[in-house]
């Protein structure tokens, strides 16, 4: 049974930085592309960044300059690392994988909480 299991999310204000972390089980991990994605309220969830199997990384826009995605194969985890956090990057965030072939994300965490104050 595939988990991904989210954690880091919190309160901050604008301009502090924040990681959050999602560890995976029960799938090979380092044959799936990881992914990040946000929901803000009364939004739609929206694309944040992935990081390949094999090792490329695509950010929104949004995103750009500010957040860095990374992976641990050997610890099965994924990481957004957020600087330079501003009032609208407040959002749930979710960690997704999906298969090395695949076009969708087929696994989704339950996601973490992330609120920047201003």
């Known amino acids: 049974q595939v988990q991904l299991v989210e954690s880091g999310g919190g309160l901050v204000q604008a301009g502090d930085s924040l990681r959050v972390s999602c560890s995976a089980s029960?799938?090979?991990?380092?044959?799936?592309?990881m992914g990040w994605f946000r929901q803000a309220p009364g939004k739609e969830r929206v694309f944040v960044a992935h990081?390949?199997?094999?090792?490329?990384?695509y950010y929104a826009d949004p995103v750009k300059g500010r957040f860095t995605i990374s992976r641990d194969n050997a610890l099965n985890t994924v990481y957004l690392q957020m600087n330079s956090l501003k009032p609208e990057d407040t959002a749930v965030y979710y960690c997704?994988?999906?298969?090395?072939?695949?076009?969708?994300?087929?696994?989704w965490g339950q996601g973490t909480q992330v609120t920047v104050s201003s």
């Open positions: 997704a994988a999906r298969g090395h072939a695949a076009t969708q994300y087929v696994y």
């Open positions: 029960g799938l090979t991990f380092s044959r799936y592309t």
């Open positions: 990081f390949t199997w094999n090792g490329y990384t």
